[in-house]
């Protein structure tokens, strides 16, 4: 039997249609979050596809060692906080 997994109010798996995981790899600021992820809503209603934002506040395994990473977890989390409570 296949599993139903919610995320939000998107349904993922066990026939439900067609959802899609997207956003930037990493967390850059929260305006760009917050720019993306109202976008990413805007085209989720207008196709009737579910979105959901995904974005790192690390992301450890970049190409140097001296790369942007991410703003870290307690702001990470603060921003996608944001982003969950402006756009869902």
């Known amino acids: 039997m296949a599993r139903v997994v919610t995320v939000g109010h998107v349904a993922v ?4 249609p067609l959802a899609l995981i997207a956003g930037p790899c990493v967390i850059e600021s929260a305006e760009l979050a917050l720019e993306v992820a109202r ?37 990470g989390l603060k921003i996608l906080q944001q982003v969950k409570d402006e756009t869902g």
């Open 13 to 16: 798996g066990g026939g439900e």
């Open 39 to 75: 976008r990413l809503k805007t085209i989720s209603e207008e196709i009737g596809v579910g979105v959901i934002y995904k974005s790192s506040y690390d992301k450890a395994n970049r190409t140097s060692i001296t790369s942007f990473r991410g703003p870290g977890l307690d702001e």
